[in-house]
């Protein structure tokens, strides 16, 4: 798990079937918060911080410009997994140049294209 290896973990689930399942399974990972929240209400650290997930396809773009254009926060980096489609062309047109130059900068496309158990291919960023 990302806990064993990370100083500290939050993690952001919307879903509350999920975050009990969360809580259970981290219950004694004393550097792991589960937080029940939107991802979009959210305030980023102001400390340093990777970001490791799995974003949904539907809110993909409003994900990657908060991250990436919130000079105030703490962002370093991200592994996400993400919709094909979304890696490879919609997410570079809904963004702005200069976002699409820090998602260059921040995250680089891997040939990893998973397709177990779904119609939707996806791309693992980095």
């Known amino acids: 798990m990302l806990n064993q290896k990370a100083k500290k973990v939050l993690a952001v689930e919307y879903d509350a079937k999920f975050v009990e399942v969360l809580k259970r399974k981290t219950a004694k990972q004393s550097n792991t918060m589960i937080i029940h929240q939107d ?6 650290p102001k400390e340093k911080f990777v970001v490791v997930s ?20 703490g962002f370093q980096r991200g592994v996400i997994i993400m919709e094909k489609g979304a890696a490879e062309s919609s997410l570079t047109r809904q963004l702005s140049n200069l976002i699409h130059v820090c998602i260059q900068d921040f995250f680089s496309m891997d040939k990893l294209l998973f397709r177990k158990n779904s119609r939707v291919a996806h791309n693992l960023q980095r």
Request: positive net charge; charged residues 10%.
């Open 39 to 44: 991802i979009m209400k959210i305030r980023l």
């Open 54 to 73: 799995n974003i949904p396809y539907a809110i993909t773009t409003p994900i990657m410009k908060m991250l990436l254009s919130n000079p105030s926060s």
